[in-house]
């Protein structure tokens, strides 16, 4: 299949489908990567780097090194974590001919992710009410130590972001924005 571009910008809040969606992208065709970003924890400290199954792990000290040198196209934090688009990652694909999925973060960071990615993107919002984005939470964290509250608060500080972007500027920079209240699909 031939796309009209070569890289996917997924935004949205917690639990509102991006995993789940660039699962089923890398599932249905072999042209789509879920692109790892580089994360660092401020509570975990690595001697090299990790890869897992949607990150690769770092240390603070590689990280910081990284930024240094350049060699993130964008990066940020948030919940005491620190990710980064890793340039290299990125070029790599690009090689491959791979539709890298990227999740964005924040809002904030999709202009950064535009402008340092010569490309051409298609940038998609993952919506879902408050209510919804809760009990995903809690069912989410039902076995894990950690609870859904900062979870929560990024949800409302993003949402608030961009009722300000959009009241500030009249629109959102997004392609598509898609509404995702209802149940996983399979």
């Given amino acids: 299949t031939d796309y009209n571009f070569d890289t996917i910008l997924l935004s949205g809040m917690p639990c509102t489908g991006k995993d789940t969606l660039s699962q089923k992208l890398v599932e249905m065709d072999a042209s789509f990567v879920h692109f790892k970003k580089h994360k660092a924890d401020k509570k975990v400290e690595l001697s090299e780097p990790l890869e897992t199954e949607t990150y690769i792990l770092v240390s603070n000290d590689y990280f910081q090194n990284q930024i240094s040198a350049g060699g993130f196209i964008q990066y940020h934090s948030r919940y005491g974590r620190s990710y980064g688009v890793s340039r290299s990652e990125y070029r790599q694909n690009v090689e491959k001919k791979k539709i890298s999925l990227i999740h964005v973060g924040k809002y904030e960071n999709l202009s950064a992710l535009r402008k340092g990615i010569p490309s ?5 919002l993952l919506w879902s009410e408050r209510e919804v984005v809760e009990g995903r939470l809690k069912a ?6 950690d609870g859904p ?4 608060v990024a949800y409302d500080e993003e949402v608030a972001l961009l009722r300000q972007e959009l009241l500030k500027t009249g629109t959102l920079d997004f392609d598509i924005i898609f509404v995702n209240n209802g149940h996983d699909v399979n």
């Fill in 120 to 124: 051409n993107s298609l940038s998609v």
């Fill in 140 to 145: 989410r964290h039902r076995y894990r130590s």
């Fill in 149 to 152: 509250e900062e979870r929560l």
